[in-house]
C-alpha cells in the first residue's frame, strides 16, 4: 500500500490536466484537486460497451484517458466523438441532470470515473467550492 501522499500526488498527476479544461476547476485550490483527484477510479470499457445511458441523471463524472468514446443522440446517431484525454458529463454529473446523450467506447477505453456521491462528499469539505458549484446553477 502507497503512503497517502504519495497517492495524492499520483492521482493528481493523472487528473490534473484533463480536470483543468473545465472552468469550474480552473483555479481551484490545491487541496481541494488532491481532494478531488483521489475519487476517480479507473475502469476499462471494450469496443461497444456503454459508459451512460440516455437520460441517466449524471451519475458518474468521465476523464477519458485513452480510447474513442461516442457520443450518440437519442436515436442512436453519432453526434460526435471525443479521442485524447478529456473530460465529458461533468454539467450534467454537477447540476444532477439527465443526460441528452449517451456515451458509448467506439474503441477500447481507459477512463477514470468519479461517482456523484464521492465527488459531493469532498465538497462538503470546501465551502468556497460548493459555493462555486451553486453560482453555476443559477
Do not use: W
Not at 475519487?39 to 456503454?50: I, V
Not at 474513442?68 to 465529458?88: A, N, P, R, T, Y
Not at 469539505?125 to 446553477?137: F, G, N
Amino acid at each position: 500500500d502507497l503512503p497517502s501522499t504519495l497517492r495524492n500526488e499520483i492521482a493528481l498527476g493523472l487528473c490534473e490536466d484533463i480536470l483543468m479544461q473545465v472552468p469550474f476547476f480552473a483555479n481551484s485550490i490545491g487541496g481541494f484537486m488532491s481532494a478531488v483527484s483521489v475519487k476517480f477510479r479507473g475502469r476499462l470499457y471494450l469496443e461497444g460497451d456503454p459508459l451512460t445511458h440516455f437520460g441517466d441523471s449524471g451519475l458518474q463524472f468521465f476523464l477519458l484517458y485513452s480510447g474513442v468514446v461516442s457520443v450518440l443522440d437519442e436515436d442512436g446517431g453519432v453526434v460526435k466523438e471525443i479521442e485524447g484525454k478529456q473530460q465529458f458529463g461533468f454539467e450534467e454529473f454537477a447540476k444532477q441532470s439527465p443526460s441528452t446523450v449517451q456515451y458509448r467506447a467506439s474503441t477500447q477505453v481507459l477512463a477514470l470515473v468519479m461517482e456523484r456521491e464521492d465527488f459531493f462528499d469532498t465538497l462538503d469539505m470546501y465551502p468556497d467550492m460548493k459555493s462555486r458549484l451553486a453560482q453555476m446553477d443559477s
